[in-house]
């Protein structure tokens, strides 16, 4: 079976396309490069020993995109591609716009020109927005977020409900993610973004290996136990075999067609301090830290209803918070320039 990957370069893809190899998938990346290095694929093909198809490109380009879709039989896209940082979407909304919700509108088009219905996207625990209570399950309605991104995702989810009602043989996943992190346990991929790290785990890495001076956390005073935000932090393994479980269910439901939405998380909320102890013991070294004001938008704590993904998919995060600051810590400190080697 061949999966046409976009984004597959970035953090999330390059774990995936990792999964899906080792899985028997042929996989094909498109990917314009945006916040990606194509260092990842050349080690991701070192690590499976095998192939990628790699071909440089933006998904607003429906006239490259069509030239994919003629040259390769795609059986199913996985969508990845997509500007992230919250904080900078609320500064250049129309690039999220323009990059997140047109650019899966020409995906989902040249998709059905060329007949091709099985497509699982990247989508965000952010969906369901400020109004919905914790634990997040499915069956709750998709929300207001705070943030141009995350209402990016909001309205991708939309037009893929609008799409199966009108497209019968359409068949889609909406895998919400809740917060991955860590890295492949041979240090050899990892999360590696360009500029000042927008998550917590790489911002802590970068701190570990000099890069930066101290953390900065905001806030200390949210009514959780320790008082700053909690999370469902899972590992980034977990989340990309969630993927290999996703097109496998799309595999074992030939009769389905529509839209499902799965929560990818463990269940858990774990806080910004939690994380920052559990580091400083990964690595025997105490992390600078300064507290500073709340940040706009950011909830106190959420976390996952997994119950559907755990039955429905066969899947379930397993690997432990001291793994996930384990495997951090290979990537970063043998790779502290991320792929620039
Ligand atoms: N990392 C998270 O915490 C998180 C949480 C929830 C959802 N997501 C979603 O998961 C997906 C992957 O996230 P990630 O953390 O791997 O991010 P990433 O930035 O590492 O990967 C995104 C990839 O998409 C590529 N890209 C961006 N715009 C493109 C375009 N127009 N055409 C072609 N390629 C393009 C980038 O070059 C990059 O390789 C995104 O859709 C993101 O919104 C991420």
Known sequence: MKVLVTGGAGYIGSHTVLSLLENNYDVIVYDNLVNSSIESIDRVEKLAGKKVEFIEGDICDKEKLSKVFEQFTIDAVIHFAALKAVGES????????????????????????????????????????????????????????????????????????????????????????????????????????????????????????????????????????????????????????????????????????GVEAFNLGTGNGVSVFAIVKAFEKAIDKKIPFEVSPRRTGDLPAFWADANKANKALNWQAKRSVEQMMADTWRWQSTNPNGYLV
Not at 168 to 188: C, D, K, M, T, W
Not at 217 to 237: A, N, Q, W
């Open 90 to 257: 609320a500064q250049i909304p129309l690039s999220y716009y323009q990059n997140n919700v047109y650019g899966t509108v020409c995906l989902l088009e040249v998709m059905q020109q060329h007949k091709v219905h099985n497509f699982i996207f990247s989508s965000s625990a952010t969906v369901y927005g400020e109004e919905n209570d914790v634990p997040y399950v499915e069956t709750m309605k998709l929300g207001t977020p705070s943030s141009p991104y995350g209402a990016s995702k909001v309205m991708v989810e939309r037009v893929l409900g609008d799409l199966a009602q009108s497209n019968s043989n359409f068949r889609g996943v909406s895998l919400r993610y809740f917060n991955p992190i860590g890295a492949h346990e041979s240090g050899q991929i990892g999360e590696d973004p360009k500029g000042i790290p927008n998550n917590l785990l790489p911002y802590v890495a970068q701190v570990a290996v000099g890069k930066r001076e101290k953390l900065g956390i905001f806030g200390d005073d949210y009514p959780t136990k320790d008082g700053s935000c909690e999370r469902d932090y899972l590992h980034v393994m977990d989340l990309a075999q969630g993927h290999v479980a996703a097109l496998d269910w799309l595999n074992r439901h030939s009769e389905f067609s």
